[in-house]
């Protein structure tokens, strides 16, 4: 080595590469972590695109699995509910109608990050992960609640890696189309738990006997374990397999800080059900003629009161035991005011013997003396009767037609109030050959009862229940006599009722008939003056009817065969009027009082009555008489505008003097001219009636303005 160096020393080395190389190659080696990461992030990217493409191509099983019809009462609890086609209770819910106990419970014990992950958890997943490493076998499966979800939806496995794959893909899939309370919801629906029981409510009505929206500790705790312990399913045949996996989830909460220790050891105390209960299924007939009408539906919202049904349904079952069992019994309810149907019992018990799932409420049937009131009232209203004039019940002969009272005894004149107390048919029979059964028959039509006549023509003997009719026809009818004339068509679904009723008789004369009802001595135990009801028994004993009203509501109840045979011995005021009675006591304490007289209503005694009211006789014939009185004017139906002078009215025909009548009350008597001017009672409906000296009447019913 040469001192100092030169060219040719190892020190003093020429660098010979051209200037500027170096720091180029310096700033690439710099440059590529940075492009290493570039290139790191753009495959990433690229990745995630592609994962994002396959989760987007994810085909998804339906969203929307087939549930449970229901139908719901008045205040929405649940009447019935249907099971799904393959025999299964899977029952709708979302999250606010759960207790929040039980979703805070689920979320701890099945997925704590349940509101924060996209469908799979990566915590959960490295954990199941590392698990298994250090254990050499599966622990813990990570899976979310949407992975579940996903299994269920797809009644997929859960063991093998392609059905975990599938899982976590179509739970990534269903968060991006679905909410998190969406995704709570299929699973509260389609969790297993045990047998056919699907999802939270069908479980918590099996076992509980009730909604889930209110759960002690100990039930909720049981429906978090059921879809997680195969084994503890069937709490009513292992009820120790239920408490064990139960105690594991109040552990587990205590550990979780969601209950404390003492609310966990005050739940391990109660008792898992050791029974299943049945599902609701009240008023079978009418829910089955709901889902009929509107299969589509999912939900039915109907009118009928859930504990009046329950007990109603109770009383049909027991009153006839000890009878015999082929007797059927039908109930309806309905509040007059309105029109809803508030309890209909179509039998005495839908798997009853006696054919029970015929609805009796439909079936057309004998009314026997059940029409008697409305003619009655007609009568009133027509000017022809007064509840104080006295007929004649004497055997008589209309054009070949002898009828006879029940008992076979004549009591000769006796006032009308009595004849229809003690349903005499005599009386009644007159008093429709007064009206003309055509009239009976459109006033029936008028308040929506589909009457079928054996002969096709109405005859005498309709009064005495010569035609078909339905028990709901009856309780319509009767509601209108109890809404002061006037019929509406009566209705058990939600958000059907129809507008104002058609016009039957006047106030007043539907207030006398039921007047005359209410003073009925009831059955043992019943409320006197406080209900106005009635019975009938077809011909043959193969009816018992009982129907009846106080200020609110209107029952009927039927009594019989479904087949139509006879029932010796069976009579409406023995077998039907008790349960009537019982049946207002279900409804009420107490019932509601009924109306005090309209006005315009006669309040008078026999001696009090204009001429021709004091004693009704029967005229003969069926057919019109041409010396009948008729109204010229006003003419019926017509809308007349209101005048201080008062009302101008114009008979023709008849027999002077008159007597003239607006809405049942005599207002002008012994008038021996054909033309009048009466008082007016105000705006509304106005029934104007006169009666000649021979007793014979005409009405028409205007409309003033």
């Known amino acids: 080595m040469r001192p100092g160096g030169g060219p040719g020393t190892c020190a003093g080395r020429a660098d010979t590469r051209p200037a500027g ?93 349940f509101d924060d992950h996209a469908g799979v958890d990566p915590h959960a997943v490295l954990r199941a992960a590392w698990q298994a490493l250090r254990e050499g076998e599966v622990v813990s499966g990570g899976s979310t609640l949407t992975m579940q979800v996903a299994r269920l939806l797809e009644n997929s496995g859960t063991g093998l890696w392609a059905g975990k794959l599938r899982q976590a893909r179509l739970a990534l899939a269903l968060e991006r189309r679905l909410t998190k309370d969406q995704v709570l919801a299929l699973y509260l629906a389609l969790a297993p738990m045990g047998g056919n029981l699907e999802g939270v409510r069908a479980a918590a009505l099996a076992y509980f006997g ?61 008792s898992v059900p050791r029974t299943r209960r049945p599902f609701p299924q009240l008023a079978p007939h009418l829910t089955d003629r709901a889902r009929a009408e509107l299969p589509e539906l999912a939900r039915h919202d109907l009118t009928l009161d859930v504990p009046l049904q329950a007990a109603l349904e109770q009383l049909a079952a027991t009153a006839l035991q000890g009878m015999q069992p082929d007797l059927s019994v039908a109930i ?43 003619i009655y009232a007609m009568a009133f209203d027509a000017g022809l009767a007064h509840p104080e004039t006295l007929i004649d019940d004497v055997p008589t002969d209309f054009a070949g037609y002898r009828p006879v009272n029940f008992d076979g005894a004549f009591r000769g004149p006796i006032p009308v109030r009595e004849a229809l107390q003690l349903s005499l048919n005599l009386p009644v029979v007159a008093l429709t050959e007064a009206l003309g ?43 209108g006599l109890a809404e002061g004339g006037t019929a509406r068509p009566l209705y058990w679904r939600q958000g059907a009722a129809e507008g104002a009723g058609a016009r039957l008789v006047s106030a007043p004369a539907a207030w006398q008939v039921g007047h005359i009802l209410a003073d009925l001595v009831p059955p043992e135990g019943g409320p006197r003056g406080r209900i106005s009801w009635k019975t009938g028994t077809s011909y043959g004993h193969r009816d018992a009817w009982a129907l009846g009203w106080d200020g609110a509501h209107v029952v009927g109840v039927w009594i019989g065969r479904p087949d139509g045979t006879p029932v010796p011995g069976a009579f409406g005021g023995d077998l039907a009027a008790p349960l009537l009675f019982q049946a207002f006591q279900r409804l009420a304490p107490e019932p509601v009082e009924l109306p005090a007289p309209p006005r315009g209503t006669l309040l008078v005694t026999n001696d009090a009555l204009p001429v021709p009211l004091r004693h009704f006789r029967r005229r003969g014939g069926t057919g019109p008489d041409p ?68 007793g014979r009447s005409a009405r028409t019913t205007i409309r003033l303005n």
């Open 332 to 374: 309806l309810v309905a509040d007059h005011r309105d029109g809803r149907i508030l309890a209909s019992v179509g039998s005495r018990g839908f798997a009853a013997q006696g054919h029970g799932f015929v609805d009796m409420t439909r079936a057309l049937r004998s009314p026997g003396s059940t029409l008697k009131p409305l």
């Open 210 to 270: 009730k909604e889930p929206t209110r759960l002690t500790p100990a039930q909720a705790a049981l429906l978090v374990a059921l879809p997680q312990a195969p084994e503890a399913r069937r709490p009513d045949r292992d009820p120790l397999a239920a408490e064990d996996a139960r105690n594991r989830v109040l552990a587990r909460m205590v550990a979780e800080g969601v209950i404390d220790f003492e609310t966990a050891r005050a739940a391990r105390r109660d």
């Open 21 to 113: 190389r170096a720091p180029r190659a310096r700033s690439r080696r710099r440059a590529l972590p940075f492009l290493a990461l570039a290139a790191l992030l753009w495959a990433g990217g690229l990745a995630r695109d592609r994962v994002d493409d396959w989760i987007d191509a994810t085909q998804l099983p339906p969203l929307a699995p087939q549930l449970s019809v229901e139908m719901h009462g008045a205040d929405g609890a649940l009447l019935r509910a249907y099971m799904v086609d393959d025999g299964r209770w899977r029952m709708g819910l979302t999250p606010d109608q759960v207790d929040p106990l039980y979703l805070a419970m689920l979320k701890a014990y099945e997925d704590r990050r």
């Open 627 to 694: 010396q009948a009185p008729r109204l010229a004017f006003p003419p019926d139906g017509a809308r007349l505008a209101l005048s201080g002078d008062g009302l101008p009215v114009r008979v023709e025909r008849g027999t002077p003097p008159f007597t003239w009548l607006i809405n049942g009350a005599p207002v002008l008597t012994g008038q021996r001219r054909g033309e009048a001017l009466l008082p007016s009672l105000g705006q509304g409906f106005t029934d104007v009636t006169v009666i000649d000296a021979m």
């Open 437 to 479: 059964p055509a009239r009976v028959l459109s006033t029936l039509r008028r308040a929506g009862v589909a009457a079928e006549l054996p002969g096709g023509a109405p005859g005498l003997a309709i009064s005495l229940g010569g035609l078909g009719v339905t028990l709901d026809d009856l309780v319509t009818l009767y509601a």
